[in-house]
């Protein structure tokens, strides 16, 4: 099918970089905004835009009904999530193409086995990705908890089938522990995704989390793009991700790519994606599968020099990839900084008016951010505010880069993560490219 229309399911940075994707291809776009952001940065770029709703999300950008109006309406015959809200919800995905738009991500039926990570890791059991230890499926009693974890070892991880965002999660580091872990894990999950099914995984102490971006056309075709580096976390939400990972080789990266290739093709999967490992002592993990773009995409494309947007829009239009894997270079080393508007010492969110917005820039330089002076920043929606990501020759350059733009980066009015992000890369760990999982957590207690 041509795609000639696209409605952008989305706001903010994601919103815009979807939007210059489809523009340099001769794609016309069609915002949906709530009432809070009608004067936001995607709304006054793209080709047309509707009012979908009020300002909370389930409202407007998590209104199925107004969104599939507003695509009928403009005569758009695709739908891009970007990601969060309705991106990794299978029913509306399947709703999109029941209204005979095309869904610019994965089939329903893969949205719908990895959301659910039971069943996810269940697949991948069965494709042959190696897995954490821990129990096989969902756990039906605390006795059975108890038994898987005896067998694997504690320290322990009880966490919620539904789970996202790090929630739902509970270590237990011993039997003593095991109980209450159980029973927060699954009243957690039961708060929060209206589900309080749970397994159990073994907790790695010392992991890197490391992940593979995949893309799948529908002629059988599926590549990887290589892995990112997302190991700086705060409480399991990721600030800093790097392409390559300091501590994988060609080698390593070649064979993980291999098998997950291997077992997507065999999936039949669709469009963009990406498999979470976490990775210790040279092993990987699967943790869980990304049905989306993820936030921390434009590292894999600077390094790759390919658009991923571009190609979700080809392969959503049934084009064949048209190269291989052997086509698929990595050049140097890309970093990006997730800069929020938080307080970057206690991290209370700090929406309001940008008075000035200063975007760094020079060679490898990205800002993708729909900030502007005068811009309010909106308190209904995710803290993120702007993308710095920095391609460099070797990854001390991409530091070095990072540096100067971040000084050279303004975002007055409104407090930002920024002097969080400066001291970060001043630290000799990070520039040692030493750090797991855990890394962060310290890092930001030592600043207190
Ligand atoms: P969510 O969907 O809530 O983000 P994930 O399964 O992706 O949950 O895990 C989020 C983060 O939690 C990981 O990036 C990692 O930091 C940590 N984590 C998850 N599983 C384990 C484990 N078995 N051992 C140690 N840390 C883990």
Same mark, same amino acid.
């Given at each position: 099918?041509?795609?000639g ?6 706001r903010?940075e994601?919103?815009?970089r979807? !939007? ?5 291809m001769g %794609? *016309?776009t069609?915002?949906v ?10 709304? *006054?770029?793209?080709?047309e835009?509707?009012?979908?709703g009020p300002?909370?999300?389930r ?6 009904a107004a969104?599939?109006?507003?695509a009928?309406? =403009?005569?758009?015959?695709?739908v ?13 995905a399947?709703?999109? $193409?029941?209204?005979?738009l095309a869904? %610019?991500?994965?089939r329903?039926?893969h ?24 129990s #096989?499926?969902?756990l039906a009693?605390?006795?059975e ?6 067998e694997?070892?504690?320290?322990v ?8 965002g ?7 580091r011993?039997?003593e522990?095991?109980?209450e872990?159980?029973?927060v894990?699954?009243t ?5 995704f209206?589900?309080d ?13 490391i992940e593979?971006?995949?893309?799948a056309?529908? &002629? ?8 990112r580096d ?7 939400q990721? +600030?800093?991700? $790097? ?5 994988l080789s ?9 098998q997950? =290739? ?6 039949g999967y *669709? ?11 040279g092993q ?7 049905t ?7 590292? =894999?494309e600077?390094?790759c020099?390919?658009?991923l ?5 080809r ?5 064949p ?8 270079r990595?050049h ?5 900084c #997730? %800069?929020?508007?938080?307080d970057? @010492? ?10 000035t ?5 020079g060679?490898?330089?990205?800002v ?10 909106p308190?209904?929606? @995710?803290?993120?505010?702007a993308k710095?990501v920095? !391609?460099g020759?070797?990854?001390?350059e991409?530091?070095?880069r +990072?540096? *100067?733009s971040?000084a ?5 009015g409104?407090? =930002?993560t920024?002097?969080l992000?400066?001291? %970060?890369?001043e ?6 490219g030493?750090y797991?999982? &855990?890394?962060l957590? #310290? ?6």
């Open positions: 099918m041509r795609i229309k696209v409605l952008i399911a989305n903010g994601i919103a815009l979807i !939007h210059r994707a489809c523009q340099e %794609i *016309r069609v915002a905004h709530s009432t809070a952001d009608a004067a936001a940065m995607h709304v *006054r770029l793209a080709d835009s509707v009012c979908i300002a909370p999300a409202d407007s950008y998590l209104n199925v969104i599939l109006s507003a009928a309406i =403009t005569g758009a015959d695709a891009h999530p970007g990601y969060g809200f309705l991106s990794e919800n299978a029913n509306f399947e709703m999109v $193409e029941a209204h005979g869904f %610019i991500g994965p329903p039926e949205i719908r086995m990895m959301g659910d990570k039971i069943a996810a890791k269940d697949a991948m059991r069965r494709l042959g990705v190696p897995l954490v230890p821990g #096989r499926g969902a009693s605390v006795e908890a108890r038994a898987v974890a005896a694997v070892k504690y320290p991880l009880i966490k919620a089938a539904a789970g996202g790090g929630r739902g999660m509970k270590v237990a011993s039997e522990e095991l109980e872990a159980w029973r894990a699954r957690e999950a039961k708060a929060a209206g589900d099914a749970v397994y159990l995984e073994k907790y790695l102490d010392r992991p890197r989390h593979l971006q995949v893309l056309d529908t &002629h059988g075709n599926v590549v990887h793009f290589g892995e997302c190991s700086l976390q705060r409480r399991h990721k +600030l800093v991700e $790097e392409a390559g990972s300091p501590v060609a080698a390593e990266r070649d064979a993980l790519g291999a997950v =290739t291997r077992a997507l093709r065999e999936l *669709r469009n963009a994606g990406t498999l979470e490992f976490l990775w210790q002592d990987f993990a699967f943790i869980e599968m990304n989306r773009l993820q936030v921390e995409h434009p590292v =894999t600077m390094v020099g390919i658009d947007v571009k190609e979700q829009l392969v959503a239009a049934g084009e990839l048209g190269y291989d894997q052997s086509e698929i990595f140097g080393h890309a970093i990006e #997730r %800069i929020t508007a938080e970057p @010492d206690s991290f209370a969110p700090s929406p309001g008016r940008v008075t917005y200063h975007a760094p820039g060679l490898g330089v990205r993708d951010s729909a900030l502007y002076s005068g811009y309010s920043v308190p209904h929606y @995710d803290s993120l505010v710095l920095v !391609h020759v070797t990854r001390a991409a530091i070095a +990072l540096r *100067r971040l050279e980066m303004v975002v007055d409104i407090s =930002t920024l002097p992000h400066r001291a %970060i890369m630290d000799p760990e990070f520039q040692a030493d797991t999982i &855990h890394w957590e #310290r890092f930001v207690a030592k600043r207190m």
